[in-house]
């Protein structure tokens, strides 16, 4: 049964003792109980604020919004991740950003180039390193169609010149060096990283193409921007929208390329999957150029038809039309995957953790399934995040931005959710917990979620994990009794 707003209220007031009075005071302001009526939402919850010093946050830093989000997936670039070799192996393939290509030959997606830099780099700079290091890319990987700098912590720290750098290269080699300043350490989180690569993005690609009219345009091009394809995500999607009639002429950055990219501004609309990692650019082409942008959610087969109607109602009949067809076609699939897996899953609750668009968009897939989402939360959210999800939410739902790791921990004791879709860092924590858990950044290795398709994936892998007869032989580590005592009672069934 669902909490009561008063309920709520008392269990983040019950959480927020064990903080000393001045954290108490500041975390005070990032949780909240959900009111749908609320226009703003920051009437009632706080975003975008530096982390509690002390406590475990979840977040990222600006490097991994850039090079692991945005930058990363584009497949025929080179990325180097600028500085010491730990930040770039962390962030290789860990996003399951599927691509086509010939991986080392025209596609570098999975690969980690690192400047690798040692103790006698951060003393006399990597500006010649860095210059080298582009030589040699050029040598080996020679299609490559340019090059990224994506900066680690110490190249702002010992302020090397990676702009001139690039400049100078991206005349000697003839295409594209860019250079993006994603220091780990600037802004609050990863959302930092979006805006930069979305400014690099801006600076250094977009225009590109304003003077070759060699494209020929169409009346139905559209592209499809903040989708990264995880799982093969906007393949799924890409499918739908080329069977209303559309043409897809860009895709970013998942399974994308620079070429797309440099085109996009000759669309006839942007649609927006992940709104926190790509609003910038979009709002930039808006400004510029004139293209409009529409936010859009392909999870769940009602969120597929709210968006294939609002995506058609920018074009023509003929558009409509072939939106209710693509609608149609699908009906008796989805309508099978509710009728197997609703009977199991009706009535449990789920508690999200997550960042980008999934605290939000991801509610009417568990809702087709009969579930109920009674938390939710953003790693990095704005503000604008939460005006979009309070909306999607039921009232009195549980709010919590830049969740702690023992909030998380207790939020999930009380409320004693069936499910918790969170990320990997929280995964191990939740399963030793005896709660049934999906890791909902990269879809735990499975996928896709997005489209018709996907949407029988998502429902396969919540009852697969939900109904998973171990939860209820399963006993927290810490319940355990020791040696010689009695035997403990067992932890009840997730």
Same mark, same amino acid.
């Given at each position: 049964?669902?909490?009561?707003?008063?309920?709520?209220?008392?269990?983040? #007031?019950?959480?927020?003792?064990?903080?000393? !009075?001045?954290?108490?005071?500041?975390?005070?302001?990032?949780?909240?109980?959900?009111d749908?009526?609320?226009?703003?939402?920051?009437?009632?919850?706080?975003?975008?604020?530096?982390s509690?010093?002390?406590?475990m946050?979840?977040?990222?830093?600006?490097?991994?919004?850039?090079?692991?989000?945005?930058?990363?997936p584009?497949?025929?670039?080179?990325?180097?991740?600028?500085?010491?070799?730990?930040?770039?192996?962390?962030?290789?393939?860990?996003?399951r950003?599927?691509? &086509?290509?010939?991986?080392?030959?025209?596609?570098?997606?999975?690969?980690?180039f690192?400047?690798?830099?040692?103790e006698?780099?951060?003393?006399?700079?990597?500006?010649?390193?860095?210059?080298?290091?582009?030589?040699?890319?050029?040598?080996?990987?020679?299609?490559a169609?340019?090059? &990224?700098? #994506?900066?680690?912590?110490?190249?702002g720290?010992?302020?090397?010149?990676?702009?001139?750098?690039?400049?100078?290269?991206?005349?000697?080699?003839?295409?594209?060096?860019?250079?993006?300043?994603?220091?780990?350490?600037?802004?609050?989180s990863?959302?930092?990283?979006?805006h930069?690569?979305?400014?690099?993005?801006?600076?250094h690609?977009?225009?590109?193409?304003?003077?070759?009219?060699?494209?020929?345009?169409?009346?139905?091009?559209?592209?499809?921007?903040?989708?990264?394809?995880?799982?093969?995500?906007?393949?799924?999607?890409?499918?739908?929208?080329?069977?209303?009639?559309?043409?897809?002429?860009?895709?970013?950055?998942?399974?994308?390329?620079?070429?797309?990219?440099?085109?996009?501004?000759?669309?006839?609309?942007?649609?927006?999957?992940?709104?926190?990692?790509?609003?910038?650019?979009?709002?930039?082409?808006?400004?510029?150029?004139?293209?409009?942008?529409?936010?859009?959610?392909?999870?769940?087969p009602?969120?597929?038809?709210?968006?294939?109607r609002?995506?058609?109602?920018?074009?023509?009949?003929?558009? #409509?039309?072939?939106?209710?067809?693509?609608?149609?076609k699908? #009906?008796?699939?989805?309508?099978a995957?509710?009728?197997?897996?609703?009977?199991?899953?009706?009535?449990?609750?789920?508690?999200?953790?997550?960042g980008?668009?999934?605290?939000?968009?991801?509610?009417?897939?568990? !809702?087709?399934?009969?579930?109920?989402?009674?938390?939710?939360?953003?790693?990095?959210?704005?503000?604008?995040?939460?005006?979009?999800?309070?909306?999607?939410?039921?009232?009195?739902?549980l709010?919590?931005?830049?969740? &702690?790791?023992?909030?998380?921990?207790e939020?999930?004791?009380?409320?004693k959710?069936?499910?918790?879709?969170?990320?990997?860092?929280?995964?191990?924590?939740?399963?030793?917990?005896?709660?049934?858990?999906?890791?909902m950044?990269?879809?735990?290795?499975?996928?896709?979620?997005?489209?018709?398709?996907?949407?029988?994936?998502?429902?396969?892998?919540?009852d697969?994990?939900?109904?998973?007869?171990?939860?209820?032989?399963?006993?927290?580590?810490?319940?355990?009794?020791?040696?010689?005592?009695?035997?403990?009672?067992?932890?009840?069934?997730?």
């Amino acid at each position: 049964m669902a909490m009561t707003r008063e309920e709520t209220q008392a269990l983040i #007031q019950e959480v927020l003792e064990v903080y000393p !009075e001045k954290a108490k005071k500041d975390r005070a302001k990032h949780l909240a109980v959900n009111d749908p009526s609320v226009e703003q939402s920051k009437k009632c919850i706080t975003s975008n604020r530096k982390s509690q010093p002390g406590v475990m946050t979840i977040r990222g830093c600006a490097y991994a919004g850039s090079k692991g989000v945005v930058w990363g997936p584009v497949k025929d670039m080179v990325h180097i991740s600028h500085g010491p070799v730990g930040c770039g192996q962390y962030s290789r393939a860990g996003r399951r950003n599927y691509y &086509t290509g010939m991986t080392g030959v025209n596609t570098f997606g999975t690969m980690n180039f690192t400047s690798d830099f040692q103790e006698k780099d951060i003393v006399f700079g990597g500006d010649k390193k860095l210059d080298k290091m582009l030589d040699e890319i050029e040598q080996l990987f020679p299609l490559a169609k340019g090059v &990224t700098v #994506q900066s680690e912590c110490p190249i702002g720290l010992i302020g090397d010149d990676i702009e001139s750098v690039s400049k100078k290269k991206t005349k000697d080699l003839d295409k594209p060096v860019i250079p993006v300043r994603c220091e780990g350490f600037r802004g609050v989180s990863q959302s930092l990283g979006h805006h930069i690569a979305n400014d690099a993005i801006r600076d250094h690609v977009v225009h590109n193409r304003d003077n070759d009219n060699s494209f020929e345009v169409g009346p139905y091009d559209v592209a499809i921007i903040g989708d990264y394809n995880i799982g093969g995500d906007a393949w799924s999607s890409r499918i739908l929208l080329e069977e209303m009639g559309l043409r897809v002429v860009a895709q970013w950055s998942g399974d994308g390329t620079l070429s797309e990219m440099e085109l996009t501004p000759k669309v006839k609309l942007n649609l927006i999957h992940c709104y926190r990692s790509m609003n910038y650019i979009s709002r930039h082409m808006e400004e510029r150029y004139g293209v409009p942008w529409m936010e859009y959610n392909l999870f769940g087969p009602t969120k597929i038809a709210e968006s294939l109607r609002k995506i058609a109602e920018f074009f023509d009949e003929t558009i #409509q039309a072939n939106a209710e067809q693509v609608i149609a076609k699908y #009906q008796a699939e989805y309508d099978a995957v509710i009728a197997k897996y609703r009977p199991r899953l009706e009535g449990k609750k789920v508690m999200l953790y997550v960042g980008g668009l999934r605290p939000r968009h991801i509610v009417g897939a568990y !809702e087709d399934l009969g579930m109920e989402v009674v938390g939710t939360g953003y790693e990095f959210a704005h503000n604008d995040d939460y005006d979009r999800t309070m909306k999607e939410m039921a009232d009195s739902t549980l709010l919590y931005d830049d969740v &702690t790791g023992y909030e998380f921990e207790e939020f999930t004791k009380r409320v004693k959710p069936d499910l918790v879709g969170s990320g990997i860092k929280e995964k191990y924590i939740f399963q030793k917990m005896g709660v049934p858990f999906r890791q909902m950044h990269s879809w735990d290795y499975s996928g896709p979620y997005h489209g018709y398709d996907g949407f029988a994936i998502f429902a396969r892998d919540m009852d697969m994990t939900i109904n998973n007869p171990c939860w209820n032989s399963m006993q927290a580590p810490w319940l355990k009794p020791a040696a010689g005592e009695g035997e403990a009672p067992m932890a009840a069934s997730a």
